[in-house]
């Protein structure tokens, strides 16, 4: 738990830092219009210096990184050979080094990964997180706030969500998203400007807002995070993360197989949906709440919020074979909460349950 905000009235710290500053809601309006900063202390920053880096992280992610050029901003994903959702990581390369951020609750299990990975390539993985954290915003908001340039080139990921990437593929429509106005950022800074934001903000020259408002943008535009989508059985298509993560063209990666196998031939065996809740009671559920169908569990809650536009809002991972007019309630702590679907990702996701099929041409009669 870090302390260096406590000092900022208001100031609410919970588990790996700043959760909110007295007033969640208005936190999330001024992150949105850009006013307010987050520092996000839940994420982790790992460097990856040498020349083979770009090609190496290739060979080993979902996404095509061998001719990212610096300054530019993507995500990958690490599957394991069933092509099941391992790790995660914000990518951005400024020429000399590749910068990801991670979930603080992945990064250590990320980083020994890469280490075994390295064989006898030049490439040097490291945990940067005691000289670097990372601040989040609007691209403006955050390029404001010094982000490291260690060099030359300023350390700034521009969060791609929900733009189809080139070689990804969009299972929910790009228009309408509830994302497709959402500027996200996230600056990679050095530890002393994080200790600066946090005096300015006790001396009330800096807005800032806490996690939970970074939490309910995120959650609002359907967007997936590895800390709270992800468990032992996802896979890229449920969470609709082939948009931004995955690159279907690539060469070849651990977990490929299954990847092409699930988008080209069949459907993905859960789907995620959001789900406005019925905001009559006085308490949201809890992350890990079912999700039921008549008394049927069918899913299971794993993000929520309550936005300051839309209310309460959640996440949820739910069998496929759910109707998606189906009335869902959740699990509240006094009594079920009901739950209105939004569809992310389909019934009938799969590239080939899009395409019609041709007639079945009979066989021609003999000739008589």
């Given amino acids: 738990m870090s302390d260096l905000f406590a000092r900022v009235p208001g100031a609410v710290i919970v588990g790996p830092g700043l959760e ?10 001024a992150l949105a219009d850009g006013s307010a900063v987050v520092p996000l202390e839940d994420r982790r920053v790992l460097a990856i210096p040498g020349e083979d880096r770009l090609t190496w ?7 095509s990184v061998a001719t990212l050029r610096p300054g530019e901003s993507t995500e990958l994903l ?65 390029a404001g706030v010094g982000a490291a ?47 600066a934001l946090a005096d300015a903000a006790a001396r009330g020259e800096r807005k800032l807002a806490g996690l939970s408002a970074a939490e309910a943008l995120r959650v609002a535009s359907w967007r997936p995070r590895w800390a709270n989508e992800v468990d032992e ?8 993360w082939m948009r931004t993560a995955v690159h279907l063209s690539k060469g070849c990666y651990r977990g490929q197989e299954t990847v092409a196998k ?28 079912d999700v039921r169908l008549g008394e049927d569990v069918v899913g299971t809650v794993t993000s929520v919020a309550l936005h300051f536009e839309e209310g309460p809002v959640a996440l949820a991972v739910i069998k496929r074979s759910v109707p998606v007019e189906a009335e869902l309630t959740v699990d509240g702590e006094d009594a079920p909460i009901a739950a209105a679907q939004e569809v992310i990702v389909p019934p009938d996701a799969g590239a080939t349950a899009n395409i019609p099929r041709m007639p079945r041409i009979g066989r021609r009669a003999p000739a008589r």
Avoid: C
């Avoid at 909110?20 to 309006?29: K, T």
């Fill in 233 to 240: 059985r996802a896979i890229p298509h449920e969470l609709d």
């Fill in 57 to 63: 992280l290739d060979s080993l992610a979902s996404q």
């Fill in 78 to 142: 690490i599957l394991d050979p069933n092509g099941r959702i391992e790790h995660a990581a914000s990518v951005v390369d400024d020429g000399e080094t590749a910068w990801l951020i991670a979930d603080g609750g992945d990064a250590d299990a990320l980083l020994g990964w890469l280490l075994k990975m390295r064989f006898r390539l030049r490439v040097a993985p490291r945990d940067a997180s005691g000289q670097y954290a990372v601040i989040g915003g609007t691209s403006a908001a955050v």
């Fill in 20 to 29: 909110h500053l007295g007033n969640p809601l208005g936190e999330q309006r």
């Fill in 262 to 289: 699930v988008h080209n031939l069949g459907h993905p065996p859960r789907r995620i949906v959001a789900l406005q809740l019925d905001g009559s009671g006085s308490r949201l559920p809890v992350r890990g709440a």
């Fill in 149 to 195: 340039s260690p060099f030359g080139l300023a350390l700034i990921w521009r969060d791609p969500w929900p733009d189809v990437a080139i070689g990804g593929y969009g299972y929910a429509p790009a228009h309408p998203h509830p994302g497709e106005d959402r500027d996200w950022a996230e600056a990679i800074v050095e530890r002393s400007t994080l200790e």
